[in-house]
């Protein structure tokens, strides 16, 4: 069943979810609700019945949603571990199937398995998909004017509500223009992302270009492969500009 108030949407989920903190399981279930508290992933809400409440004290702390009601917090502690504010439940949600469920702050927890896969950054959603293709399209990439990459052996990878995204080998952009950059992201679908900034003569360009070296084994064939944000450069694909899209990726 598909419960909706708001913005928020629940529905069961399929899986057997497990959650760690301090090298022990704090929840272990497989009736795992997934809870779209806002459009662009799930979270977990777990039954009260297969989370080990002894690690759970109240913290005291309240928040008040308009869609869930008022949620009761509390510390999550296993052995030595403590995660504060950790986790929390609505026990008198407006949402019917909210209430007996317990919220875990993803970060906080060292680990998360979906069946016996570990599960990085959030929930899967079961309605995105990547598919990931060769393809012999020409691609060329245009920053600020400058041409940063030229190639005609793209790989395209296709995310559920992404614009396509042109994986290119790294010998067919400019290197040279490329300087590495702190920023890192993580992706519960392809992995742990880094980051470079592009050099032009109009001035730097900020973590336009990313590369997942050990990509999740589902998304290994843009292993070491360079992307360029559509959103913050000029693509032209076989000879077509691409009109910029407007994404959270377009500032």
Known sequence: MTEQRGRVRVEPGAKRVRVYLGG???ADTTHPLLVWEVPYFPAYYLPREDVRTEALASSGRTEHSPSRGDARYYHVTVG???????????????LDDLRGHVRFEWGAMDAWFEEDEEVFVHPRDPYSRVDILASSRHVEVDVAGERLA??????LLFETGLPTRYYLPKVDARLDLLRPSPTTSACPYKGFAQYWSATTPSGVVEDVVWSYRT??????????????????????????PLARPHTKFST
């Open 24 to 26: 022990q399981v704090v």
């Open 80 to 94: 030595d571990a403590v995660a504060e504010d950790a986790a929390w439940e609505y026990p008198d949600s407006p």
């Open 150 to 155: 030229d190639t005609h052996r793209p790989t």
């Open 215 to 240: 990509p999740l084994p589902e998304s290994q064939k843009i292993a070491g492969l360079v992307c360029f944000y559509n959103e913050r450069v000029d693509l032209i694909v076989d000879g077509a």
